[in-house]
């Protein structure tokens, strides 16, 4: 008898790490919470759950709600996310690199650190998310929304955000050489310290934006309307500063 239940009980301990065996998500799943895992991978969803240090590589998590769900560290690298709903999650230092995130709602989630490089996050919801010290470089941020935004001393270089609302972002330190941004709304974005060399900022509104310490070199702002905005040596721009701060 006394046999029997050691039995079921090591049977009832071992079914859910035999469960994640079968399951196949490779070598970082016994990090995960074996009972989330199991959850998310019975109904495609899991919101609010703990999933820390997942790898879903290359899977299809389009429209899934992870909503303030635990991602932290999680490989996410090359997965389909477009429409996934995201806001309020934990992806500190998770690796989102070429993820397709087209339309997915990222608003309020926690990236800092996270690896985007190359993803596709056109017409995406980041509004009011904590970028610091992410890895955007090539990405397509294109008609995204990032306003409000915390992207400082983050890599953006090479992206692509035209038509991109990024109202009021925080871009300190930021590296920005190499982006795309015709028809971006940066009015009221802090760019204090920003690279942004090389930048072609014509067809963008930059009024009231905060360019303390900015690295224009070579920059090409011809067009641009100034007025509102703090130039480089902390001055405020006044009444018709086009292309030039006056």
Same mark, same amino acid.
């Given at each position: 008898?006394?046999? %029997?239940i050691r @039995? ?6 071992? +079914?859910?790490?035999?469960l994640?065996?079968l #399951?196949?998500?490779?070598?970082? #799943?016994e990090a995960?919470?074996?009972?989330a895992?199991i ?7 899991c919101?609010s759950?703990?999933l820390?240090?997942v790898?879903?590589h ?5 429209v899934?709600?992870? !909503?303030? !769900?635990? +991602? $932290?560290?999680? $490989?996410?690298?090359? =997965?389909n ?11 500190r ?7 397709? +995130? $087209?339309? =997915? ?5 926690n ?6 490089n /190359?993803? /596709?996050?056109s017409? #995406?919801n980041?509004? #009011?998310t904590d970028?610091?010290? =992410?890895?955007?470089g090539?990405?397509d941020?294109r008609?995204? *929304?990032?306003?409000? !935004?915390?992207l400082?001393? !983050?890599?953006?270089?090479?992206a *692509?955000?035209?038509g991109a609302n990024?109202?009021r972002a925080?871009f300190?330190?930021?590296?920005? %050489?190499g982006?795309a941004?015709?028809?971006?709304n940066l009015?009221?974005?802090?760019m204090?310290?920003?690279?942004l060399?090389?930048v072609d900022? /014509?067809?963008?509104?930059l009024?009231q934006?905060?360019?303390t310490g900015a ?6 702002? $011809? @067009?641009?309307?100034? @007025? ?5 040596d902390?001055?405020r721009?006044g009444e018709n500063?086009f292309?030039?701060?006056?």
């Open positions: 008898m006394v046999k %029997t @039995t079921a009980r090591t049977l009832i301990f071992a +079914l859910p790490m035999l994640l065996a #399951a196949g998500w490779g070598s970082r #799943a995960v919470d074996p009972m895992l959850q998310f991978k019975a109904n495609r969803n919101p759950c703990d820390r240090g790898d879903l290359n899977a299809d998590l389009s899934i709600n992870f !909503a303030g !769900a635990l +991602l $932290n560290s999680a $490989n996410f690298h090359m =997965a996310l477009r429409r996934a709903d995201l806001h309020t999650a934990d992806l230092r998770a690796n989102l690199g070429e993820a397709d +995130l $087209n339309l =997915a709602n990222l608003s309020k989630a990236l800092r650190g996270a690896v985007l /190359n993803a /596709n996050l017409q #995406a980041i509004r #009011a970028l610091r010290s =992410a890895n955007l090539g990405a941020l008609e995204a *929304n990032l306003e409000e !935004a915390n400082t001393h !983050a890599d953006l270089s090479q *692509n955000l035209n990024l109202s925080v300190m330190t930021a590296v920005l %050489t982006v941004v015709r028809g971006a009015s009221g974005a802090d204090r310290g920003a690279d060399r090389g900022l /014509n067809g963008t509104s009024y934006a905060n360019l690295d224009l070199s070579g920059a090409n702002f $011809n @067009t641009v309307n100034l @007025t509102g905005t703090i130039w480089v902390g001055r721009c500063s292309g030039i701060c006056r």
